[in-house]
């Protein structure tokens, strides 16, 4: 099929899910064309079979606010006509499911029916577009997609109670590609980062508010007074600073690594033994999931989508949000003996294999052609 995916070309989870999405379908022999305002992170390299699109946003002086939504739907317009797309596939419902909607309703006049698949990630529900400024247009995209899908069951479960959905909502989680992780993989160059006597532990986030930055350093803080240990920080955002003030005040500055953004992230968790991920919510975790197919074992809280990716006791360990207390003393339980280590390790590989994209792939593309099938009939 020919397929548009419209994205956040960001390191957001969102962003990475349509990129390695859209690489998978390419690889299965479909016509990817990616449209966003720049081209998407994880994306590398263009084919045949994977084009990108760049969505321009001319500054003009009259505008306070640029009009993306607006240059995105003539975009999508311009690119279905002329490719000949057959099916459009929004990730993140604000504003690209509206933007979709717009250019549907567009190239209708043209006699052309595309129909838009929907994947709502989370902060686009539970954070962002329950917010009374963005609900009913919120709402509308939904219940105007020809399929909504949701990254968890408790994404859908919130989606629910949070608005007047009127579609059926279809659970198809995120995955990962198993392939690209060699258990066997061990050089990854741990001493630049840490003495070999020392626990490497690492959290990966787009350092928000959602993330509780300061939970993770009182984590860490807690371990490091037990068992000699470094934290390794990927990623940037606003709570950054906040970290960096709390490591120096708690003493700690000199056993902690601020990287910023990273390509690098599978090299990082190849020499990771911990991964952290207390967040006030989550609707799947997405950066656990990644640790966890690098054999990290992930400390997490119990929010949301996260359970469903991380077993207690056997992948790792949850607890309440904000319980860093027991966070920690889970964490020394299972670095402090290498043994315990070792099976934790292998745990959350075997866990995270499970959520392997050739068990994920036929799901989206089932998806796709129900709503092929369906789309002179679908909603308009
Ligand atoms: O975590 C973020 O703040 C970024 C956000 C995004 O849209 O990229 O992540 C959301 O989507 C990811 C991919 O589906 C999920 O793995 C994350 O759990 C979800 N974040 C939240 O729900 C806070």
Redesign the pocket.
């Known amino acids: 099929m020919k397929i548009a995916i419209v994205c ?1 070309p ?1 390191f ?6 349509a990129t390695e999405l859209g690489i998978a379908l390419a690889d299965r022999g479909h016509e990817i064309h990616f449209i966003t305002y720049k081209q998407p992170v994880r994306l590398e390299l263009l084919s045949n079979n994977i084009h990108f699109h760049e969505v321009h946003v001319p500054e003009y002086p009259l505008f306070r606010y640029q009009p993306y939504e607006l240059a995105l739907s003539s975009k999508l317009v311009d690119t279905i006509k002329l490719y000949g797309i057959e099916l459009l596939h929004v990730h ?1 419902a604000i504003p690209h499911a509206y933007a979709g909607y717009m250019a549907k309703k567009i190239l209708k006049e043209d006699g052309i029916y595309v129909p838009m698949i929907t994947t709502l ?4 529900i ?2 962002v577009g329950r917010h009374p400024f963005y609900q009913p247009a919120v709402t509308f995209s939904i219940n105007k997609s020809d399929v909504v899908t949701s ?1 968890s069951e408790n ?1 859908k479960k919130s989606t629910i109670e949070l608005f007047d959905v009127q579609q059926d909502i279809e659970v198809i989680p ?1 995955f990962i590609d198993r392939k690209k992780y060699s258990p066997e993989f061990t050089d990854c160059q741990r001493s630049l980062m840490a003495n070999d006597d020392e626990k490497i532990i690492t959290h990966i ?2 350092f ?1 508010k ?2 509780r930055i300061p939970d993770v350093i009182h984590i860490f803080n807690n371990i490091q007074k037990k068992l000699p240990a470094k934290l390794i920080l990927v990623g940037e955002g606003p709570e950054k600073e906040v970290a960096e003030r709390l490591c120096e005040q708690l003493g700690i500055a000199d056993k902690v690594r601020f990287l910023g953004n990273s390509n690098e992230i599978d090299r990082i968790l190849c020499f990771t033994d911990l991964f952290l991920l207390p ?1 006030e ?7 656990a ?1 990644e640790a966890m197919i690098n054999k990290v074992p992930v400390i997490s809280s119990n929010s ?2 996260i359970p469903e990716v991380n077993k207690q006791g056997v992948s790792g360990f949850l607890s309440d949000v904000g319980n860093v207390n027991e966070m920690a003393e889970n964490a020394l339980y299972i670095l402090s003996d290498d043994a315990i280590l070792e099976e934790f390790k292998l745990n959350a590989y075997q866990q995270a294999a499970k959520f392997d994209i050739l068990n994920i792939l036929p799901l989206y593309e089932a998806v796709y052609e129900k709503a092929y099938a369906g789309r002179y009939k679908n909603s308009y």
């Open positions: 956040y960001t957001g989870g969102s962003g990475v899910v993140y990630h989370g902060t686009d539970t954070l990254v994404l995120n986030s787009n928000r959602v993330k967040s919510t989550e609707s799947f975790g997405l950066a999931l949301g989508g």
